[in-house]
């Protein structure tokens, strides 16, 4: 049964995989480029930013960890002591993933890029 299993869902997992290979990827040389269905291709320039070497943000997240669990270990007693050490490496992660992704959002490099779409009227 568990061999079924497995091969049911590799199965899947190809199927899925196939699906997404024949996706079309549009560049400038197809702008204006129009199809039999009665779609073309349409280019804009947009604003991307591109963030830092840390994009997950694991740097500030671990910081904040390490200095909310320092603080948090001050406050109480035996097993409050613990629990306190725990919430406030937690609590001081989330407060520096949020200040990491702050400073790189103000810092962040913008370019142009130009996008390509299949536009369907």
């Known amino acids: ?3 079924l299993r497995t091969l ?22 197809d702008e204006g480029r129009r199809f039999n269905d009665g779609s073309r291709v349409v280019c ?3 604003e991307v930013q591109r963030n830092s070497s ?3 943000r694991i740097g500030g997240t671990a910081a904040g960890a390490v200095i909310g669990g320092l603080i948090g270990n001050q406050i ?3 097993n ?26 103000s810092r962040g490099d913008r ?3 130009t ?3 299949r536009v369907y009227r």
């Open 54 to 56: 840390d994009p997950n």
């Open 1 to 3: 049964m568990h061999t």
């Open 44 to 46: 804009k320039d947009v």
């Open 76 to 78: 109480g007693g035996g």
């Open 111 to 113: 370019i142009v890029e």
């Open 8 to 29: 049911a869902c590799l199965g899947l997992f190809s199927l899925a995989a196939a699906g997404t290979a024949h996706a079309q990827h549009y560049g400038p040389q």
């Open 115 to 117: 996008r390509c779409d």
């Open 80 to 105: 409050g002591r613990k629990l306190a050490t725990v919430g406030g490496a937690v609590a001081g992660g989330a407060i520096g993933r949020n200040v990491q992704g702050n400073r790189q959002e």
